[in-house]
């Protein structure tokens, strides 16, 4: 039973390594010898001094052998520290890449139920980020230490029992009461661990979520309860700190314990000296061995401890790579067809979505897809129409049933083979954060630019592309926000094309294209379903008129299937067909339309060029100030004043300890060699009286000194947290446009800065402090006892501090550049995580891994650099300390043999300086986190010092204002800051009655969408002015301003948590009451109450567990519980099937009475109610006035054009 268990911890511990290879392998040998020497070089300095002291201590000086074995000795040392070093932080940095290469592609193979119950992306990043991080750790740098501290382990308890074996066994019960604190202590931490970490992460997703969604944050004036809802989740953090503090203080004042062992040392040791059974020297250092040896025992279960969690968190890694998902993007087995016709079947369908079994979508669906065709799927909003697309992906596989290709069961086919037949365009246009043409590339792998320049001709996407500065390599921004919603379609669509697919699956492919865009596109989609099948699922009519057959969808069956012509006579989809008939006669003509195009050349305002330049050189100036960030992040904790003060004086005190502990060793050791016994014993036993009093000094003055420091890192942590997310959540949506501030970069900012706050404060400074007062009393002291030692001790000292600096600064300079690639490589694996069916679509997570690998790889040379350095540095460092014991004790024989100096001052000042020089060393050793610790003030301060451009949601002139609703645009000029030479919007005047609605219709990217952002705020004109009730907006209290205001956007944005949350979203204390009115207005009453958990039912993340129709209909219910005086509508409608969309218009129409409102559309059927149409192009208004007015102005006219493209 042993043997089985000792074999699975062996297991358990191999398995850390299998990410190595052979070149590991070998640099692990070399880095186990680098440790070993380290570890045994302090016994045998020890042994080496106890020789030399001994002569001392008998006025026998003559310390030149000894002094020259400690320079041998130090040679060694130098090859150990440098083995030690390079070794374990290379082979540490090459294994974890390779195990966050394999972690992220595995995640990204893995089927979608997978995504939907076992992981969320929170889960993805805290593996790939920090769980990586400590199996990093323990297969480098911890199992170095653990090595060396066996090592120095084994050496110094052999070094005790050689010099006094008597004094080592009659101590060395006490090493478990040295240890019993550390064991007490390493059970709270890992508890209070996970209670902080809990803590975090909750705070965590609700900033990711409102960064991620900041325009829905601000257009619903949810600053505040955003702000609420994260402070209050960083409430438990302070509680736990505080616990850990105290804990952490009562742990090392017991280990004042230690100078109860040394007075228990100082005792025995005296009456073995006194029977001549040992020497002073002997004594002294059998003593030092045995306290090293405790020490090093404490840490070899430090040690393991932490090669334990990178156990625990390689297990939770392993969790997910032995995870082989049932529908596997990656396998090879399966069928691949010799020839695809296209025939596509459902066989009696049963599927339920795994996240709710419960549920039924789909039951006994049934339907055939002819080779070839073009076969329709219309119905109403959440009747399973998506989900007939996600099995035809194999997004999941149904419960019961087939699905088959040309036959086959599609579960028998290869699957990457499968969806490299399909191309797919979602209802929803999903980019990610990068260029346009490498978003396009993912379409297929190893396309070509000619290929993929191509596809952007068909998706008639190529010629708004080529208008940008930049062309194909223009980012297009966090999902896509650089571009309107009709050009990131457009892309999507090119994307599908790029591969030349067998099968196209369009859901809804046209929905956000005005209808100019939309007929082009549908020519060119109809061109490409040319001798290839295809399924289109729309909600307009009109996007299938090319459609060979029709099937309507009810309730997750197929009710009618046929050709249009077959069923738009009555039944379902005749009374769909009736509710889409346009007004008028005008799709009976012919001719070609006036095309109004933009311009490809931009014009340019001289003086609105020179005020960006401006703004920008004293943005730049700004940020060149030099500035003490740290100070400023310190005196953030001036509210917890007086727990600095007590803090301090605890510090103080501990630093004071060592100088006296030298000192008392320095008696001790001398009264050894007196030669009157009746003196020794005197002096010993007062010497040990004053160590026991020592631990009870120790045990005060620690546990004071952390609680109070930890109170205060905790207070820092949570104040830094709030108040970057306060400034975050006040900043432009501009600053958010720029990359370097995506949602991932920032969160991860949030979380990295609060944990190095909080060590800096907690531990660090403490250290500071304490190192401080240790060296001012122990310099002052040792040039008192001897000035000559002093001088030759601290001459040397600032070699080994610059080689201790040295390493530090490489240490640093690594961290930060490793900090800048980790934020990039979250946000890579966030965005392929909550994009996952897009990546499974279109089986690129083979080039998401590339990219991962690439970026990683510019981490790896630096590795290698920082690994050399690091250990030469560290070999020098402990070359010049042994080296300067060498010199030391030679000088030091000199100076006692001259009679200029006596044994104990020699060992006073001698232990003073070395012990004071490695203390600061070991301070050095940590400074990488006080340097880090800088450059997060640095990162904070960048972002608390930010001025947004817009007024804070408290300023303004005028507050609380009532608005009746009047708008006026006056000859406003607009570019986004991103792209400041392409103007939006150009001299651009409109104005807007009260309680009038106003349709704003245009080409995709003429600028309908901006006019939205700039009424919002979101964005201020760079000329003119935007006025409300004949005041300029921005003189109102932005707060008050965007209450009076209700938007629903074009793409609908759903946060964590349930309907019934979301809809409240809209108004603060809004009762049950008024949620399901909202939600009855919005005509989404009905398929909420059919669900298990009704208003309780969670939406997932994003709201990935709703249909698109769904999700859009919970926004509106959010906008109209706001009961705004203006409502913004920017495409409100689009995602709602015909009967659904009937409903919501009427709803929406009755919303309306008594409110301004601007209503953007591409469907012109929405707007047909409108008082007022103004058409928009070249950012400038072309026309405007009534329905009637504008197609009264024949072919001549924009608007006439607009709606002549719908036919």
Known sequence: MKSKSFMTVFASYKRLFQEGDKYDSITMIFGTLGSMINGLSLPAVYTIQSHVYNNYGNHTSNANKQAIWCVYLAAISLLGAYLEVSCWIYTGHRQARRLRVKYVNCVLRQDASYFDCKISTANVIENVSADIAHVQEAVGEKLGHFIENISLFVGSVITALILAWRLALIVSPFVLVLLFPGFLYSGALSSYAKQRQASYATAGKIAEQAISSIRVVYSFVAERKTL???????????????????AKGLTLGFHGLRYVVWALMTWYGGSLVAKGQANGAQILLAGSAFVVGSMALGSILQNLREIKDGQAALSRIFEVLETIPTIDIDSSKGRVLDRVEGELE?????????????????DDFSLHIAPG??????GKSGSGKSTVISLLERFYDPSNGKVLLDGVNIKNLQLKWY???????????????STIKENIFLGKENATLEEVIAAARKSDAHSFICGFPEGYETQVGIRGEQLSGGQKQRIALARALVRNPAILLL?????????????????????????RTALVIAHKLRAIESADLVAVVEAGKVVEYGSKQDLKNEGAFAEMFQLQQVEGDQSTRKGSPEKFRRKKTQEENVEDVVQTKLARKDRIEQSGKKRNDFIRLLLMNQPEWKYCLLGIAAAVSIGFLHPIFVALGADVISSFYSDSPAKTRHRVRNDAMIFAALSLVTFASNTLQHYSFGSMGAALTKRVREKMMAKILELDISWFDQEQHSSGALTSRLASSASMVRTVVSDRISLFVQTASTISVSVVASFVVSWKLAIVITSIQPVILICFYFRVTSLQDFARKAAKVQEEVSELILEGVTRHQTVAAFSSHSRIVTILESRLESLSKRVVRLSQAAGISSGIALFALFSSYALCLWYGGRLIAQGKTSFKDFLLTFYLLISTGRSLADTLWLSPDISQGKTVADLVFEILDEKPT??????????????TGHIEFDKVSFAYPSRPEVFVLKNFSLTVEVAQTVAIAGRSGSGKSTIISLVERFYDPQLGSIEIDGRDIRKFQLASLRQQIGLVSQGPTLFAGSIGENIAYGKENASESEIMEAARTANAHGFISALPQGYCTPVGEIGTQLSGGQKQRIAIARAILKRPRILLLDEATSALDSKSESEVQRALERAMVGKTTIVVAHMLSTIKNADRIVVVGDGTVLEQGSRKELLARGKDGAFFSLVHACD
């Open 419 to 433: 969806r490299e037949q399909i191309g797919l365009v979602s209802q929803e246009p999903i980019l990610f954060s």
């Open 228 to 246: 609420e809802l994260y402070s209050g989740a960083l409430e438990e953090s302070i509680k736990v700190d505080r616990k850990q503090g105290l």
């Open 950 to 963: 817009s007024k804070s949601l408290e300023q303004g002139s005028m507050k609380n204002q009532e608005i």
């Open 373 to 378: 065709k073009t076969t329709a799927l219309v």
């Open 346 to 362: 459902f066989q009696n369908v049963i599927f339920s979505y795994p996240s709710r079994s419960e549920l039924p979508v789909l």
């Open 507 to 531: 859901d809804e492919a046209t929905s956000a294209l005005d209808n100019e865009s939309e007929r082009t596109v549908q020519r060119a989609i109809q061109e490409a379903c040319t001798a």
